[in-house]
């Protein structure tokens, strides 16, 4: 077989990046490191050298995503506090679900980990913990309002991977309706303890 010469960490990076378009169309148990292995040029014996298990791949395929997000959440609140950083942030975040691949890759750890697996569920729980701070602390807001940002965020995952966009009923258009970033401002600590 074939490769391009590549230095160790490169070549993970390619990996990683093929290896996060396998995982997010076919999950964990659906991607085959054979296939990720062929397409990087490369033994499927490397990828385990490179990442130890296939799980471990996935873990680091999900993390990726989870940490892209952060840091364009981060990086569009440009130093701003508050309401304007959250709407600065859903606006990044809207844009960002064009890349089908990292928001297939947040939904794929989501769904390995509610399927029961602790080492998946634990590794997907400090993605997210890293995303909710990174929220939490660049906005400044209370914890009931994140949890607000954070959910509809959740439910437009759910409607780009549904591609909804595509569906023409009424439904289809309420669950698409953008969102005001005057909307978080009725919530108070005193209206949510």
């Given at each position: 077989m074939a490769s391009v010469r590549m230095t160790r960490q490169e070549r993970r990076a390619q990996v990683l990046g093929i290896a996060e378009e396998e995982f997010a169309i076919a999950?964990?148990?659906g991607a085959?490191?054979?296939?990720?292995?062929?397409?990087?040029?490369?033994?499927?014996?490397?990828v385990f050298r490179l990442f130890g298990t296939k799980k471990q791949l996935f873990l680091a395929c999900v993390d990726a995503a989870f940490g892209r997000m952060a840091t364009a959440l981060l990086r569009s609140a440009g130093g701003v506090r508050g309401i304007e950083a959250?709407?600065?942030m859903g606006q990044e975040y809207y844009d960002m679900l064009s890349d089908r691949t990292t928001l297939l890759l947040q939904l794929q750890g989501t769904?390995?980990?509610?399927?029961?697996?602790?080492?998946?569920?634990?590794?997907?729980?400090?993605?997210?913990?890293?995303?909710w701070q990174t929220v939490a602390h660049t906005a400044g807001l209370d914890?009931?309002?994140?949890k607000a940002f954070l959910a509809f965020g959740m439910l437009l995952n759910t409607n780009a991977a549904l591609d909804l966009a595509q569906v023409d009923e009424p439904w289809?258009?309420?669950?698409?309706?953008?969102?005001?970033?005057?909307?978080?401002?009725?919530?108070?600590?005193?209206?949510?303890?």
């Open positions: 999950g964990l148990y085959s490191t054979e296939t990720i292995a062929r397409r990087a040029g490369i033994t499927q014996a490397y959250l709407a600065a769904a390995a980990a509610a399927a029961g697996d602790g080492e998946v569920r634990d590794a997907v729980r400090a993605s997210f913990a890293r995303l914890p009931v309002t994140i289809s258009h309420q669950a698409r309706t953008l969102i005001n970033p005057g909307l978080f401002t009725h919530i108070t600590t005193k209206t949510n303890q």
